[in-house]
């Protein structure tokens, strides 16, 4: 790997990975530039393999040699001291490796509905860790698609590619709209829309019938706020996990791991 030493962190190559840590910034600048970061070495090599171009990749001007076998398709490589990265980027970079990839357009709604048995819908999910967790937990539970709401964050911002571990790569996203009067396409594509609540008065997700099983497209709200009431009343049932001593709620993640274990535990 051929890599060029930057020792400047206002040399203006290194643009893509300008104040990581300013969410809004980031926002606001990475989806409409096509571009996206990946952080550590696990999470870049799994971009890769699912088929994303690097721009360009930032390393540790120590860890040069370890990489070197990327298949970057003439991708440049800049290498940095910690102090230069952390300089750019706004955060050390303990990881010691960054990339930034070329976005791939978004799949079609029938694209994503089509092949899928089981999927997970996610109304105003804005934070980026439980967002990555759930993709992470979608991918290892045979979960085989993701809708999101128009105000949903992106699962391509670092902090949700780091948290799934490149998951977000492995299963396939698209945006649903309008909401949630988008729900009936889901509903039309012959699945049950089964929304997660933890009201008391719901179905245990342990009883739900053959029929809502068959083809469950689980819908979840954002952290303490849940699912509105218009998604809620959208719905064709809903469900809650049944628990013990008091606990009445579990972070959406964890909870999005229960249920999609609960629906794919009999292997169909």
Known sequence: MLATPISDPDDERLGDYRALTDVELRTRWEPPHGLFIAEGELVLRRALRAGYAARSVLIDAKRVDQLADLPLDGAPV????????????????????????????LPLLADVLGPARRIAILEDLNNHTNLGAIFRGAAALDIDGILLSPSCADPLYRRSVRVSMGEVFAIPYARLEPWPAGLDQVRVAGFTV?????????????????????????????????????????????????MHRGVDSLNVAASAAVAFWELTRDGV
Do not use: W
Request: with cysteine.
């Open 78 to 105: 800049y290498a940095a001291s910690q102090d230069v990265m952390a300089a750019v980027t706004g955060f050390h970079v303990h990881r010691g490796v960054l990339a930034s990839f070329r976005r791939k357009p």
């Open 194 to 242: 089964i929304a997660m609540t933890p009201a008391p008065d719901c179905v245990p997700i342990n009883e739900l019938d053959a029929t809502a099983r068959k083809r469950p497209a689980l819908l979840f709200g954002a952290e303490g706020a849940g699912l509105s009431r218009a998604a809620m009343t959208a719905a064709d049932v809903r469900v809650v996990i049944p």
